[in-house]
T-cell receptor, first 116, second 112 residues
Framework: GAVVSQHPSRVICKSGTSVKIECRSL??????MFWYRQFPKQSLMLMAT?????????EQGVEKDKFLINHASLTLSTLTVTSAHPEDSSFYIC????????????FGPGTRLTVL | QQPVQSPQAVILREGEDAVINCSSS?????VHWYRQKHGEAPVFLMI?????EQKGHEKISASFNEKKQQSSLYLTASQLSYSGTYFC?????????????FGQGTILTVHP
């Protein structure tokens, strides 16, 4: 199957700082990528759709000025959590569709963010 | 709206079978099934596109009843490696093409 990587896998930061998370499709191109957030023992919640060459679209309730998304190339999307607070601590996972027609979503390994 | 999964948790002995259901209140374009181990990202199991479609993956198979807006995941002769949380992700299609809405998850535990 297709491979999606994320970096870093784990990050601990102080409250008020910004954190950038990278999502890369390693063996395929992705004009669209998706960013999810998962709190402990909860389901995955879609935050935003990252679009190469255009602005990201955000789900209801997700602050676009706080979660900046940049789809720099056909293989790279970045999520920057600005002015992070402890309530932003979560597991952030990206996905990218691969294959033809079926749009199977392949997930990256996730980034565990802890804000102190 | 989030699809509803049932049951919330299942405990099995190795070799036993299980069924996990996923129901949506909205018309669906596709249903995706994933398994997630603790601390890891979800791993793709299968996708079902057409109403009535059934798919198999080793001893794991699934069905999709488009009319009833339901999907079921069947795990037969369970193995220890099947333990994890199973999520269904539903795709509505149209302007929501590619976006998945996940159920709350079903925790499956397989004991020796």
């Amino acid at each position: 199957g297709a491979v999606v990587s994320q970096h870093p896998s784990r990050v601990i930061c102080k409250s008020g700082t910004s954190v950038k998370i990278e999502c890369r499709s390693l063996d395929f191109q992705a004009t669209t990528m998706f960013w999810y957030r998962q709190f402990p023992k909860q389901s995955l919640m879609l935050m935003a759709t990252s679009n190469e060459g255009s602005k990201a679209t955000y789900e209801q309730g997700v602050e676009k000025d706080k979660f900046l998304i940049n789809h720099a190339s056909l293989t790279l999307s970045t999520l920057t959590v600005t002015s992070a607070h402890p309530e932003d601590s979560s597991f952030y996972i990206c996905s990218a569709p691969a294959g033809t027609g079926a749009n199977t979503q392949y997930f990256g390994p996730g980034t565990r963010l802890t804000v102190l | 709206q989030q699809p509803v999964q049932s049951p919330q948790a299942v405990i099995l002995r190795e070799g036993e079978d299980a069924v996990i259901n996923c129901s949506s209140s909205k018309a669906l374009y596709s249903v995706h099934w994933y398994r997630q181990k603790h601390g890891e990202a979800p791993v793709f199991l299968m996708i079902l596109l057409k109403g009535g479609e059934q798919k198999g993956h080793e001893k794991i198979s699934a069905s999709f009843n488009e009319k009833k807006q339901q999907s079921s995941l069947y795990l037969t002769a369970s193995q220890l490696s099947y333990s994890g949380t199973y999520f269904c992700g539903t795709e509505a299609g149209g302007t929501s093409y590619g976006k998945l809405t996940f159920g709350q998850g079903t925790i499956l535990t397989v004991h020796p």
